[in-house]
């Protein structure tokens, strides 16, 4: 079957009535919803991963992600026979018209881009792709990797030219986990084929699973461009507003009422300073950007100095926990310091490169005692220390506790009960704005990020 010989329809229709086999390479947050969701769409899935254990798993219809209905697609899919699961790369890719690529992309210690799993995974491709396969990259890589690196990679080792005997595409993802499924259907996708039929074709696919617009991009690289450009967006702001949060509670201002403020402005976009920023995207993907515009003999100073006060602010989290203590003349060393959620963001279970991390490892280095509170993790270890199963064990006698994580479960806390269980007076640090001032409790000292001190 040649999928570029068919027009968008036919290949809508061909998904529909379980013509088409997709494989999905890499079965983590991003490659099992999307797998599912190809399955749902009509077409035969066979999802592929190098962890045997996860493969076990899913045959059994099970998966570790907290992604809500997720369980039952698996489930569904497994039973139906639209989902298969392997381990088995060659007999996949034999099987399949369309090939996606989901595995991890990350950088190294010296925040250099770290691309080793994908390469591998093309040059094993390119020994097995055959004739009329289009290749699909959704995990996030720089612009011009697809054009530079991939394709002379897979041109040299099948033998086949790209644009002619096969075809690639970058289709990065968008979604938000911990709302993966319903997300995945609903956000724009960007799409950019190494031809406009590519780029078509890859489009009509993709329109069998997302409800939501389709844009279409001249190529691979200016689709790449576009991930990496929004999360650096992203990531710049915050910058912005962790800067000034500093500044602020210098100033003793209040940074949530200015946004609040500014946000009447037409032309404000509010973000909010925090903890630090954590997750497989922000932290990472602007690296890549740097690393690609050195090549080409420019600096990117601006993302580079976002992304430094950003890594910063762990650090800044902890001196305001020292200054805080200081005011009822305690120091961390031996306090009691209880960090309230551990996910890099709320209520999902992920605490890939977490703020907390960087805290509590800066806790333990200055001798802290430790305690760790998070819904997500109850009972796991992190960093070597269990984590509480309960919130009362967790902040029974704290010297200081220590919002990271803004999960429903932490924000609905009742401070007038907590502190009958922590030392007094109860001192907080909040990276997350989560308490409103007005209602603190007597005897509290409650330092929020980008905010005034306050001793009531
Ligand atoms: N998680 C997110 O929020 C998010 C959002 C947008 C984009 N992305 C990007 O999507 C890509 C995938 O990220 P993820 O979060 O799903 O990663 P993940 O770590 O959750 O999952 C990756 C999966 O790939 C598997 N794998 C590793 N090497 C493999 C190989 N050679 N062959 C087959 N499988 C292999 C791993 O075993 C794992 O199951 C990354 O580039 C990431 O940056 C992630």
Redesign the pocket.
Known sequence: MNLMEFSEDQVKKAIKNGQITISV???????LPTAVLFAESGANVIG????PK?IELLKDGKNELDEPSLDELIKKNIKNGKLKISLD?KFTIKNSQVIII????SINKNHSANYS?IK??IEDLSGIIIPNQIIII???ISPGMVENYMIPVLERGSKLKCGKDFFIASC????N?GNIIKTFKNTPRIIGGITQKCTNIASAIYSSVIDSEIIKTTNPKTANAVKLTENIFRDINIALMNELAILYEKLEINIFDVIKASSTKWNFIPHYPGPGVG???LPVNPYYLIDEAKKVGYELNLILMAREINEQMPEHIVQLIGKSLEIAKKSIKNSNICILGLSYKPDIKDIQLSPAISIINKLKHLEAKIRLFDPYFKNQNILDIKVNSSLENAVKDADCLVIVTKHKLISNINLQNIQKLTKSPLIIVDGRKTFNSENLPNKTIYQCVGCPLIIS
């Open positions: 390479i890499g079965l983590g947050r991003i490659g592929v991963d190098i962890d996860l790369l989901c595995v991890p992309t799993i591998k995974v959704e995990s996030t990065p993802e968008r979604a986990p997750g497989s995207c």
